[in-house]
Nanobody, 118 residues
Framework: VQLQASGGGSVQAGGSLRLSCAAS????????VAWFRQAPGKEREFVSS????????DCADSVKDRFTISRDNTKNAAYLQMLSLKPEDTAVYYC????????????WGQGTKVTVSS
């Protein structure tokens, strides 16, 4: 499956953005989808994930209660709604997919940049 992330941009602290991850070339419903991010000078970190049918989601403590992951298997897409953005949320955000039964996220999108100014 190929992934393409979009929706990044520049916002003021307290603002919101919605990231999208469009999938093509595979059976999207066979994949867990996740968002990761990498801030300048830092390692990539897990943000949130959602299972194949969207019934279970996990998220990092740093974004809990502010970010919500969702997916629409009819549109082969996943989303990350980000509210109450903070400057520390500034990063390049990547969507990734893990095929059921396979360890690790083997498919990655190109990343979309989010900049939050104070």
């Amino acid at each position: 499956v190929q992934l393409q992330a979009s929706g990044g941009g520049s916002v003021q602290a307290g603002g919101s953005l919605r990231l999208s991850c469009a999938a093509s070339g595979g059976s999207f419903r066979s994949y867990t989808v996740a968002w990761f991010r990498q801030a300048p000078g830092k390692e990539r970190e897990f943000v949130s994930s959602i299972n194949q049918i969207g019934e279970r989601a996990d998220c990092a403590d740093s974004v809990k209660d502010r970010f919500t992951i969702s997916r629409d298997n009819t549109k082969n897409a996943a989303y990350l709604q980000m509210l109450s953005l903070k400057p520390e949320d500034t990063a390049v955000y990547y969507c990734a997919a893990q095929r059921i039964g396979i360890n690790g996220y083997g498919h990655w999108g190109q990343g979309t940049k989010v900049t939050v100014s104070s």
